[in-house]
Every structure is written in structure tokens, then in C-alpha cells.
């Protein structure tokens, strides 16, 4: 099930959704439904909070912000027409051309990379003063995923395996959403819980859960979420999408520059309720995700990615990447005049 913004990502996204609203009925621009697990996560999100830096929006297209708890429900829906862009993992894109029969996805951006050179990776975190101390000890045991088939539960599972562990077999897991994990794992309702920004920043500071291995240990780095739309719709829409991608690489860049700092820790701070100090000293820094403000995706390290799922037996079958993958969207929108 998805809903359209979480109680977290509420102010996030309020004035982007006014505004969509507005400009939807006076100019009818293309209306462009994006995906989202966390709007740290997926920055492109946050990044909307600051709509005078976004020349185009409410004149050639709107964004609306949809929350889904990760990859496996964003297959379903962008096969059914639900959404126009989604922000999945590599293997989500795997799977919606060999299961969901969407021939017609295509690569169009990216969204975070896990693991790059030494900015943050991924955590998977056990009870600091519990029993597990290695993966090994994990067998019998039950671990939070946030979305089945998505990017943590597979590194999980690549991990697990790899350790002489499978699934069912060895091990159950319960799905619960990033918000909730921290409680569990320190209440014993699960024993070991994936833990993504901005919530492994305060459960490490916590002391009360340690990390047992992270995303980068699992699979090495990975270009965790990727953007994915349509042909049909980037043939029908594509001057928009490149007005799309234009806001959002000048949007990145003014988030990322240091003159602005301040005023970015304080606008997501504001947008998520919390105190500027859950952010001060993590936030845009290598202790973060890393970003490529061009939003081009990484494209051998998605095929690597499916690659490897595939000699694990976690995919059936693999894809050739390139061949479902439209950069031209981005090319353009660098070309634009700032």
C-alpha cells in the first residue's frame, strides 16, 4: 500500500504540493508523480522545498512527491500507471523488465549511492549489549528489512548468504518501515534491523545498538537508487522532463554549496521537525549518502549490481543496462542556461 506523504515527510513536500496544485489548474503543466522512501534519502525531494530555484515548476511541469516503503511496491505502480518516475534499486529495475514485462523502463537519473569512496554506506544494526557479534549469529533469527526485494533487503540477504545462511531456512524476515527500526531492535522484537539515514545518525549516537555490517561490506559500492520512467512517457513529456532535471542539478548545487549550509540544515530541519543539531554535523558531508549533482546514474555499477544478484540466484535473469537507459534527459538539462 502507498500514501501520498508520510507524517515525516508532511512539511517536506506541503509547499510542493500546494504548488503543483495551483499550477496544475491554471497552466495544466506535465504533472510528474516521483517516488520517495525518505526525504533525506531521496534528495531530489527535499531538494523542492526551495521552489525559487526551480525556474520551470508550475509553468512546464509539477512534481508530486508519492512515499512508498521502498522498491517493491514502486514496480507494481509504475506498471500500473500510478507513477511517472520511480527511485528503486537496481534490481527493481531488473525485475520490472523480466517480471512486471515493462520492456518500455528506462534509466533516467539517479537518486544515492551507497559505499562511494568514503561517504556513508548503509547499516545494519544489532543490540550494542546483545548476543550477535558476528553474522553467524544471526542464524534462527529474526531481521528487519524495510521493503522485500529492495536494495537493504538484498545486500542482506547477499550477505547472509555468503555466510552459509539462507532464508527461511535459517533465518525469518519481518518488513517494517525505517522509522520504526530502531524501536524494534532495541525492544527485542527483531534482532537485527537496516537502518538508513537519517536514522542510523541518532541510533549510533544512541549507544544502544552497534552496527554488525554494513550495505558496502555486503556488496561493495552500489548505485543504490536510480531513477526510472517510461518511454512512452519521456516520448510524450521529454521537454519537460528536461526542464525537470535542469531544476533539480541547479537545486543540488545550491543545496551542496557551503555558503548555504545554514540555511539547508535549517530548511530540513524545519521540513522533518527536527532540531537543527540532528543534522548540523552529518547532513551533505561524507558522513551522508554521496550524490552526483548532474544526477547521472552510474551505469556499470548498476549492471554490476544486477550482475551480482544474478550469480547469487537472488535474480533469475539479468538485463543489459544500457539498453534501458535514456541519459539524454540529463545531457539536455546541462545544456540549459543558468
Not at 544515492?112 to 534462527?140: F, Q
Not at 558496502?216 to 559500492?221: L, P, Q, R, S, V
Not at 535549517?266 to 558522513?287: G, I, N, R
Amino acid at each position: 500500500m502507498r500514501r501520498k506523504i508520510s507524517v515525516r515527510g508532511a512539511a517536506a513536500c506541503g509547499i510542493l504540493l500546494a504548488l503543483g496544485a495551483a499550477a496544475a489548474r491554471a497552466d495544466e503543466p506535465t504533472r510528474i508523480r516521483i517516488a520517495w522512501t525518505t526525504v533525506i534519502g531521496q534528495f531530489s525531494t527535499a531538494a523542492f522545498q526551495k521552489p525559487e530555484l526551480l525556474p520551470h515548476f508550475g509553468k512546464s511541469y509539477v512534481a508530486e512527491p508519492v512515499y512508498y516503503k521502498g522498491s517493491g511496491p514502486q514496480i507494481t505502480a509504475l506498471a500500473a500507471g500510478e507513477l511517472e518516475i520511480a527511485q528503486y534499486a537496481p534490481n527493481a529495475l531488473a525485475l520490472s523488465v523480466e517480471n512486471a514485462g515493462m520492456a518500455d523502463v528506462r534509466v533516467i537519473g539517479d537518486a544515492t549511492r551507497d559505499g562511494h569512496a568514503d561517504y556513508n554506506s548503509r547499516k545494519y544494526m544489532v543490540r550494542a549489549d546483545g548476543p550477535i557479534r558476528t553474522v553467524e549469529n544471526l542464524k534462527g533469527k529474526v531481521l528487519a528489512t524495510n521493503s522485500l526485494a529492495g536494495a537493504m533487503d538484498t545486500a542482506m540477504r547477499v550477505m547472509l548468504k555468503r555466510h552459509g545462511l539462507e532464508d527461511k531456512r535459517d533465518y525469518q524476515v519481518v518488513e517494517l518501515d525505517f522509522p520504526n527500526m530502531f524501536a524494534a531492535v532495541t525492544s527485542g522484537k527483531v534482532d537485527l534491523a537496516s537502518i538508513s539515514l537519517p536514522f542510523s545518525i541518532a541510533a549510533e549516537k544512541s549507544g544502544e545498538v552497534r552496527t554488525l555490517f554494513t550495505m558496502k561490506d555486503a556488496i561493495g559500492e552500489s548505485d543504490m537508487t536510480i531513477m526510472t520512467a517510461r518511454a512512452p512517457f519521456i516520448a510524450q513529456h521529454r521537454a519537460a522532463l528536461v526542464d525537470f532535471f535542469a531544476d533539480l542539478q541547479h537545486a543540488m548545487r545550491w543545496f551542496y554549496d557551503p555558503a548555504n549550509r545554514a540555511e539547508v540544515v535549517a530548511l530540513v530541519a524545519k521540513a522533518t521537525k527536527q532540531e537543527p543539531s540532528a543534522y548540523s554535523d552529518w547532513l551533505l558531508t561524507k558522513q551522508d549518502d554521496y550524490r552526483d549533482l548532474s544526477v547521472r546514474p552510474n551505469l556499470a555499477a548498476v549492471q554490476e549490481d544486477i550482475d551480482r544478484q544474478v550469480e547469487m540466484g537472488f535474480l533469475k535473469a539479468g538485463i543489459e543496462v544500457n539498453k534501458y537507459a535514456d541519459l539524454s534527459l540529463v545531457d539536455a538539462a546541462e545544456k540549459q542556461p543558468r
